[in-house]
């Protein structure tokens, strides 16, 4: 059982009905992380997903905070809570903002949801912010930012540091959340398709510069859960045969012409051989030993050998973990 709630909020008027400080983003990109999360990139089933936005939805303190509240009381194997809206920062700590903001009630306190998050019976829980002072999130009761206040099995992402604003670009989505958006459709996926919390974060912080928001990540966890998977770069029956080609994870597989499928002395079996190594090489599993490319390996009669990574899944498929 794999439960997301997914909330876009752009329309905010206040008491004053003349204080507009609506967004134009966080709708759009709600409707898209709802999509992408609802299937694998195979068509298969992923998350259960609610998708809460205004229009149509009612997106009041109390539908949001009933709605948190269920994700997290069920014993599933993933809760999984993604915000794109106004988030505000005050002396008693970080909010997610409501359509029905007022003054002194402006949403829902990030550490509410901390709570809520920590006694769950979820298995896992994974919560992705795109707001304005994200960063807040679990941050130390003791009010030291620096220090965060995870429980176990939680890992938090969020779209800038407790100072920091959250952009939107001109496209109609949010600065984070479009790259989030790339990061789930296949660009922070392993050799074997899957997406994690830790892989999204690596693809994110490393396409944001030193000068724009940065993202922030927390996590408290003894495993990474996949949160959506594509199909692999490498087809898995293939990646178990590299025990086959390296019997030993030291050994070196001698190449010569007959395995170069252009040239004249080419062998059939051997060029489909020669195949899966290339395929290998695309992926830095494998590399040509004293020449640069697989080609010349091959017409020069040289070797190729495992790298640090193809040493990785040889352990894997030994292992029977693959």
Known sequence: MRKALVIGI???????????????????????????????????????????TNPPNTTDIPTIRWLIEDLFEAPNDVALLYYAGHG????TGGYIVTSDFRQ??????????????????????????????????????????????????????????????????????GVFTSLLINALQGGAADIRGHITAGSIYA???????????RPIFKTNVSRFVSIRSINPKVPLEKLRQIPRYFPKPENEFKLDPSYE???????????????DLQDFESEGLVKPVDEEHMYYAAMNSKSCKLTALGYHYWRLVKQNKL
């Open 88 to 91: 505000l920062l005050k002396s």
């Open 10 to 52: 752009n329309d905010y008027k206040g008491e004053d009905k003349n204080q507009d400080v609506s967004l134009e983003g966080c709708v759009n990109d709600a409707i898209s992380i709802a999509s992408i999360l609802e299937k694998n990139g195979d068509g298969s089933p992923n998350f259960d997903v609610k998708l809460i």
């Open 104 to 173: 002194y009630n402006e949403g829902i306190s990030m550490q509410e949801i901390l709570e809520l998050a920590t006694n769950s019976e979820a298995r896992s829980k994974i919560i992705i912010l795109d707001c304005c002072h994200s960063g807040s999130f679990a941050a130390s009761n003791l009010g030291n930012s620096r220090v965060s206040n995870l429980c176990d099995e939680l890992t938090v992402i969020t779209a800038s540091r407790n100072i920091e604003s959250a952009a939107e670009l001109d496209d109609g989505h």
């Open 261 to 275: 499928p252009t040239s004249e002395k080419a062998i059939g079996f051997k060029c489909a051989i020669f195949k």
């Open 203 to 213: 693809y994110i912080d490393s396409a944001l510069g030193a000068w724009a928001q």
